[in-house]
């Protein structure tokens, strides 16, 4: 991803240094996460201050933040280093992404109304249309079918009363999803994923827990395959 294709958060109201920590926040999100910033790699001032040209301040509030969402890792007085990765901890990932995603639906459909259903509805639409382009041999939309295929799944829990379960499953889904865009191309997921965000989403629309269930569990189940099979961790 270049600087141009970088996600923008609105800091109108924020001062200049708390503007700057949040794009520095932004910019090393989003590279731990595609993996441009490599598991267990180093993430001394000097060297970040040279490749993203911002000062230490912001970077040093931004890696305490990334810190709390467990993307980065603390080394008492060594500075940091990006969270390493192993099959064992995406299983542990995967099992909690299951349970807490369970508990979020079943809330989110008990609590959802019309709108709910419409925002849901739209998602699955436009996630759709992007996974067309792809299918075209469009590369350039992968980045987005990342925030939209994210986008979906919130759209499913978003009914949900609950803020510390949504934080909770929030703060799980992003370091899950971080194995995933690491491990596997976009294009090389042999599956139908189509079918599968079309079966949850009609049985999320029904109601029906107890069908939407199992294909939660088999969704990510079988993401956890894919990446245990992917030979890079």
């Not at 598991?39 to 060297?47: E, K, N």
């Not at 509030?61 to 990006?82: H, I, P, Q, T």
């Not at 978003?158 to 899950?176: D, K, M, T």
């Amino acid at each position: 991803m270049n600087n141009l294709e970088r996600p923008i958060v609105d800091v109108e109201d924020e001062g200049e240094g708390s503007s700057q920590a949040v794009a520095a926040w932004q910019i090393l999100r989003e590279d731990i996460l595609s993996g441009e910033l490599a598991p267990q790699t180093r993430l001394r001032i000097g060297m970040l201050n040279r490749k993203y040209k911002i000062g230490p301040s912001p970077l040093r509030e931004a890696l305490s933040r990334l810190v709390s969402e467990n993307l980065v890792v603390s080394l008492d007085r060594r500075g940091f280093m990006v969270v390493p990765i192993s099959l064992a901890d995406f299983r542990d990932l995967t099992d909690m992404r299951k349970m807490l995603e369970k508990q979020a639906l079943e809330q989110s459909l008990k609590h959802g109304d019309e709108k709910w259903e419409a925002a849901l509805v739209a998602a699955l639409y436009r996630l759709e249309r992007v996974q067309e382009r792809i299918d075209r041999g469009d590369d350039t939309a992968i980045n987005e079918w990342e925030g939209l295929n994210k986008a979906y799944h919130d759209a499913l829990v978003s009914a949900c009363p609950s803020g510390w379960l949504l934080r909770l499953r929030e703060q799980v889904y992003v370091c899950a999803e971080r194995y995933r865009r690491i491990c596997l191309s976009t294009k090389s997921i042999e599956r139908n994923v189509k079918q599968e965000h079309d079966q949850i989403r009609t049985a999320a629309l029904a109601r029906n827990m107890q069908a939407l269930a199992p294909l939660i569990d088999q969704h990510l189940e079988r993401t956890f395959k894919k990446v245990a099979g992917s030979g890079k961790l």
